[in-house]
């Protein structure tokens, strides 16, 4: 499944471009909690796209249920966390930034399920 690597690269891109945008295109734009804010996203963005590589190397040499469900976490919790941060930061809606926790915990679910991934297939 070449899907994990896949998407590792795109969110490679994406935090890098995004942090530009931040940095470069917001500077003066939003306050200073929210490019913090802002840049929290960029940065469990970038974390975590190194696990959807890593997921996705493993992948190539161990086929376990759990290395996959791992993937999809760590997937699911980009989307969540950093992309409820991002719109948060840019509009302020509190609503946006309640999801955020569950972005946090799919990203504590798929390091367990890597963590099991790794004791039990390497």
Do not use: C
């Amino acid at each position: 499944m070449k899907i994990f690597l896949l998407l590792g690269i795109l969110n490679g891109f994406l935090a890098v471009a995004l942090g530009a945008f931040g940095a470069h295109g917001l500077e003066g734009k939003l306050s200073e909690k929210m490019l913090a804010t802002w840049d929290k996203a960029v940065l469990y963005q970038m974390f975590h796209t190194v696990a959807l590589l890593a997921t996705g190397l493993l992948m190539q040499k161990y086929t376990g249920g759990s290395i996959v469900s791992a993937g999809w976490f760590f997937f699911a919790g980009i989307v969540l966390f950093s992309g409820s941060l991002y719109v948060y930061s840019t509009t302020a809606i509190k609503t946006f930034a309640m999801i955020t926790p569950l972005g946090g915990l799919a990203f504590l679910i798929g390091w367990v399920l890597l963590g099991y991934a790794v004791m039990k297939f390497v």
